[in-house]
């Protein structure tokens, strides 16, 4: 975990000490452009897989582990035709919709980055099973240094799809470092034809079925706000939203994408009982005062932070930061903590928690746009919902998973 958090601060110092320089090369709609493109990225990376990369670290031998492999390489295929297709179909009415005159360019690419960045996260699953962390650190480190370089380099020629060029590069440069030395098990999982009626898959069918179910309403349900957002209050709001999740909710999330999997696989050597709880305590309280100092640290800051910080033109985000830090923290914890209900074989209940986290972001943002009074008033309102629906359901989500866990531990006894 310790070389996990490494790699992941490293690369995270680079992204924060870049936004120092990125916001006075590109306005907040080159920002929104940006958060447009993690929109489809984000989804693509973790649907794309099937959800085979969750299962590949229960199966006690390789051999079950590398059917579980290749069934995912062929859903990162898969992704790959259809976000070209969902792509091609879109980009008119998205350019016009959103204000975003340069997603047309940006469509382009995203088929390649997409399937690229579902891939990456497969593999990395797989270093996880293997214990060769120090190549999923590398990714982590790299890939960031990288992505914002290009982004500087890219500002002079793309005004407003420079960021979104430079991402791509990144997600790339990821996935290149989790792909060497793995030619052997590449090659070795093509022959899709060999998983007809393999019995490893039907074992695992809860992955691509109902986890990958409530996994798509989950990452909707993330990103829903982009779209909410985005048409609603206009590309201005959106990219100050995008700097904000760059600044707090994409480094905690990053911490939680690299603690999630070792607490996972420590979690499967632990006994039921008093040690499975004992290690969910002491998770939780740690996520828990991470996120508690983050917090502080956001409301504690002067009001003209982001404006001395990053320029004129973002004078108004640190308003924006504050309204997101609650929902940017709750997601923290339960990001890191959510392995655990595969831990105690809960998946259908993720799927339950997912649909309710769908429901309540429409219901926010619905209730905050016609009812702004009821949030403080204001014409963010439609934002200031979706914010409260969010933390609703995160504190949901962890009543939830800290019965799981309890109820588990005392049925094993």
């Known amino acids: 975990m310790a070389t996990l958090m490494g790699g992941a601060a490293a690369g995270q110092l680079v992204t924060v000490l870049a936004a120092f320089v990125l916001t006075r090369l590109y306005t907040p709609e080159a920002f929104a452009h940006l958060e447009m493109f993690a929109l489809v990225t984000g989804m693509a990376a973790v649907l794309g897989t099937g ?22 390489q062929r859903a990162a295929a898969i992704t790959l035709l259809v976000v070209g297709s969902a792509a091609w179909l879109t980009q008119d009415w998205i350019t016009e919709r959103y204000a975003l005159p340069a997603w047309k360019w940006v469509s382009l690419c995203l088929p390649f980055v997409c399937a690229l960045a579902a891939h990456g ?71 899709w034809h060999a998983l007809k009626q393999d019995r490893i898959l039907e074992e695992y069918r809860d992955y691509p079925t109902w986890v990958l179910a409530g996994s798509a309403m989950n990452r909707g349900a993330q990103w829903l706000h982009v779209l909410l957002i985005g048409a609603t209050l206009g590309p201005v709001l959106l990219g100050m939203m995008g700097l904000a999740r760059r600044l707090v909710m994409q480094p905690l999330s990053l911490l939680a994408m690299s603690a999630a999997p070792v607490l996972f696989q420590t979690s499967t050597e632990k006994a039921d009982g008093a040690p499975l709880r004992r290690l969910f305590t002491w998770s939780l309280l740690s996520f828990a005062s991470v996120s508690a100092l983050v917090w502080v640290g956001v409301h504690v800051a002067p009001d003209n932070a982001t404006a001395w910080l990053f320029g004129e033109e973002w004078e108004g985000a640190i308003d924006v930061v504050r309204i997101l830090t609650p929902w940017f923290v709750l997601n923290f914890i339960t990001a890191g903590l959510g392995s655990l209900f595969h831990r105690v074989r809960k998946p259908r209940w993720i799927t339950g928690l997912d649909a309710l986290h769908l429901l309540a972001v429409l219901a926010g943002w619905y209730a905050g746009k016609q009812h702004p009074d009821w949030f403080g008033g204001g014409e963010w309102g439609a934002l200031v919902g979706i914010v409260w629906a969010k933390c609703g359901y995160y504190i949901v989500n962890l009543a939830v998973l800290i019965t799981a866990v309890m109820r588990h531990g005392n049925a094993d006894r």
């Open 121 to 191: 996260r497969l593999l990395e699953y797989w270093h996880h099973r293997q214990k060769s962390v120090g190549k999923v650190a590398s990714a982590q480190a790299l890939a960031p240094l990288t992505s914002e370089a290009v982004k500087m380099a890219g500002a002079s020629f793309f005004s407003l799809s420079g960021l979104v060029f430079g991402a791509a590069t990144g997600l790339i440069v990821r996935w290149a470092i989790l792909t060497r030395g793995m030619k052997q098990l590449l090659q070795s999982s093509w022959s």
């Open 51 to 72: 959800k085979y990369e969750q299962a590949l670290m229960l199966p006690e031998s390789d051999r079950e582990a590398r059917v579980l492999f290749s069934a995912g």
